[in-house]
């Protein structure tokens, strides 16, 4: 059993920056894929990044070089660095890992104020 534990969500103005962080417990993190959806209010999850094991990246068009997702293995930790952040941006940011099965974090919310 694995499980996420997030943090570094606020209240931020647009423009601004935000890392969050997510923890994960057991031994398969070092060899799965990892990265963050997020869901802002009446709309569907979206994929925003992910980061497989050998540090390969994607991330969503929307994103594209304001957000940066790494990982460190040895603290079981994916990270996500927000910048030039936007209104739109604003959502429940959740993170997840993949090895034979998804595991979810319980989302950390993201506000960008105008």
């Known amino acids: 059993q694995v499980q996420l534990v997030e943090s570094g969500g606020g209240l931020v103005q647009a423009g601004g920056s935000l890392r969050l962080s997510c923890a994960a417990s057991?031994?398969?993190?070092?060899?799965?894929?990892t990265g963050w959806y997020r869901q802002a209010p009446g709309k569907q999850r979206e994929l925003v990044t992910v980061?497989?094991?050998?540090?390969?990246?994607n991330y969503a068009d929307s994103v594209k070089g304001r957000f940066t997702i790494s990982r460190d293995n040895a603290k079981n930790t994916v990270y996500l660095q927000m910048n030039s952040l936007k209104p739109e941006d604003t959502a429940v940011y959740y993170c997840?890992?993949?090895?034979?099965?998804?595991?979810w974090g319980q989302g950390t919310q993201v506000t960008v104020s105008s």
């Open positions: 057991g031994s398969i993190f070092s060899i799965s894929t």
């Open positions: 980061i497989t094991r050998s540090g390969s990246t």
């Open positions: 997840y890992v993949t090895f034979t099965r998804t595991y």
